[in-house]
C-alpha cells in the first residue's frame, strides 16, 4: 500500500469542501480528495439560490427567525447566529473572488422563497446558482499553490488511532493509499440516493456519513430528510430539480383536474413549508389516483420564464416539456438531509482530529427542516470555520497504516441497490410510521454482510454507505415517536413526548445487523 502525508485533508470538493480549502491554504498543505471530477457535487446542481441578508429592506435578525422557524423548534440559535451574522461578509468574498450574482441595474436581484419573509435569495445566470459558486470556488483554490486536487479516489475509511482521526485510506486505480494527515474535514455532501426519488446528483450516496459512523463519531437528526415537492416527473426524463424560485416568482401547482390546491392546506399556499407542500402534494395524487401533479407557469410569459430560468427551460424542452406553454408534471423527491455528523460550531465531530462542514455535518443550523437556500451559506460560513479550526488543532499524524482488508465483492449489487432505494421511498419517505419503518429496518438488516464486507471498487462501497446511512435514518425515524419538521409519523401525528430531544447514533448505540428477516416494500402508512 502507498502512503502519503500531507499536513489537511478535505474529503469533498463542493462548496463547503473548497471553502475550507481556501481557509486553510495559508496554513500548509491542503489536499482536496474527490470520488469523481472535482466539479461534480450537489452545489453544481444547486439552481434557486444563496440566501443571505443583502439589502436595506431585510435584516439579519428576520432571517435568524425564519431560520428558527423553519427548523420547527430544533435549530442551535448559535449556529444559525453564526450562519446570518457571517452570512453576508461571506457572499461579499465570493463577490470579490468574481462571483456573477444576477442584478437588476447595479443592486442585487433578489427572489423569494417558502417560508422567507423578505426577498433575500441571490441567484446566478437565473437558475445555475450552483455552478457559478463552484466556478468562483474552484478558481480561486487553483490560483492557490497549497492546494492540490486528488480526483477520482474514492474514500474506503478513515484512518483512526486512540481515538483520533490521522486522514484517511483512499482507493483510486484499484489501490489503496494511506493518505496521513494533520487534521481532516469531511464535506462529501448529502445522501438522497439512497431514495428511489431524489434531485441529488449520483455522487450523493451518504459517504461521508458512513466512514465517520464506522470510525466512531456521532451522528445526529437523521430522521430529517427534507423532500422538495417538485421534481420532474416524465417518462424517460431524469428527475430534475424545479427550482422553488418558481413557485416564488409566482408559479402554482395544480392536480391532474387542473384544480389550484394549496389555498386549502395552508395560508401561505404554494411558499409554505416544503414539508407541507409535499404531502399536500402526496394527498391530493392519493385523491386524484395520479402519480404526478403540475406546476405551472404559463401566466409569466414566456420572455420572464426563458430569462429567469434558462437552464430549466432548455432542460425540460430537451423532453418535449416548454414550460412557457405547457403545464409541468411533477412530484416531490428527497432533496437534503438536515441530520449527519455532529459538530459544534466550529466543525468539530466527536472524533479528534475529524472535522465536517456543508450537508454531510449537523452543526444544528437547519433544526427539523431546512429553510430553502440556507444550505449554499451554510457551506460557505461553516466551511470558512472547519477550515480554521483544523488549522489550529491539527497534531503531527501517525503514519503506520494497517489497511490489510480483503475485498469481497458484492452479487447483484446493481438490484440491491435499487430494492434499498425502493424499499426507503416507500417505507421511509415523506409519511413514516412504526410499521413501514419496521420493514424498511428488517430488510436493511438482512444486507448486515454486505454493510459489514470490504470493497475495492467504488460501486460496492457507494452500496455499503447508502445501507449504513439508511439504517440511520430509518433508526432515528422509529425512534422519534412524533411528527417534527420535515419527519412525519402517520401514527404519531403530534409532536410527542421529549420532543426538543436530538437524536444521537454512534457505534455504541446502533449496529446493523440485529434482525435479519426481510419483509415485503409496501406503503401501509
Ligand atoms: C431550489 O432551487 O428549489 C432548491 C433550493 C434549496 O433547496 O435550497
Known sequence: MRTETVDFLIIGSGVAGLRAAIELAPRGEVVVVTKDRPSESSTEYAQGGIAAVMSDEDEVGIHLEDTLKAGDGLCRQEAVKALVEEGPERIQELIAWGAAFDREGIKLSLTLEAAHSRRRILH????????????????????????????????????VRDSRCY???????????????????????????????????????GDGMAIAFRAGAQLEDMEFVQFHPTSLFAAKAPQFLLSESMRGEGA??????????????????????????????????VKTES????????????????????????????????????????????????????????????????????????????????????????????????????????????????????AASIPSSDEIRKTLRSVMWERAGIIRCAESLGDARLRIHSYAD????????????????????????????????????????????????????????????????????????????
Not at 445555475?128 to 497549497?146: C, F
Not at 402554482?252 to 387542473?258: A, D, F, I, M, T
Open 291 to 406: 402519480d404526478h401533479v403540475s406546476l405551472d407557469l404559463r401566466h409569466l410569459g414566456k420572455d420572464f420564464v426563458k430569462k429567469r430560468f434558462p437552464m430549466i427551460y432548455e432542460t425540460c424542452m430537451r423532453f418535449d416539456i416548454n414550460i412557457a406553454r405547457d403545464v409541468i408534471p411533477v412530484s416531490p423527491a428527497a432533496h437534503y438531509i438536515m441530520g449527519g455528523v455532529k459538530t459544534d460550531l466550529e466543525g468539530r465531530t466527536s472524533l479528534s482530529g475529524l472535522y465536517a462542514a456543508g450537508e454531510v455535518a449537523c452543526t444544528g443550523v437547519h433544526g427539523a427542516n431546512r429553510l430553502a437556500s440556507n444550505s449554499l451559506l451554510e457551506g460557505l460560513v461553516f466551511g470558512a470555520r472547519a477550515g480554521r479550526a483544523a488549522a489550529d488543532g491539527a497534531v503531527q499524524p501517525v503514519a503506520d497504516a494497517e489497511y490489510r482488508h480483503e
Open 124 to 159: 446566478a445566470h437565473g437558475d445555475s446558482t450552483g455552478r457559478e459558486l463552484e466556478r468562483v470556488l474552484l478558481d480561486r483554490a487553483r490560483s492557490l499553490p497549497s492546494v492540490r486536487k486528488y480526483p477520482y479516489a474514492f474514500t474506503v475509511d478513515l484512518i
Open 167 to 205: 486522514g484517511a485510506y483512499v482507493l483510486r486505480d484499484g489501490e489503496v493509499t494511506a493518505l496521513f494527515a494533520r487534521a481532516t474535514i469531511l464535506a462529501t455532501g448529502g445522501a438522497g440516493q439512497v431514495y428511489a426519488r431524489t434531485t441529488n446528483p449520483q455522487v450523493a450516496t
Open 450 to 525: 454486505i454493510i459489514g464486507g470490504n470493497y475495492r471498487t467504488r460501486h460496492e462501497l457507494e452500496l455499503k454507505n447508502m445501507l449504513t446511512v439508511a439504517g440511520l435514518i430509518v433508526e432515528a425515524a422509529i425512534a422519534r415517536e412524533g411528527s417534527v419538521g420535515a419527519h412525519y409519523r402517520s401514527d404519531h401525528k403530534e409532536r410527542g413526548k421529549d420532543w426538543k430531544r436530538h437524536i444521537t447514533l454512534d457505534l455504541q448505540s446502533f449496529r446493523p445487523g440485529g434482525e435479519k428477516t426481510a419483509a415485503p416494500a409496501r406503503n401501509t402508512c
Open 252 to 285: 402554482v401547482l395544480l392536480n391532474v383536474r387542473g384544480r389550484r390546491f394549496m389555498e386549502a392546506y395552508h395560508p401561505m399556499a404554494e411558499l409554505a413549508p416544503r414539508d407541507v407542500v409535499s404531502r399536500a402534494i402526496i394527498s391530493e395524487m
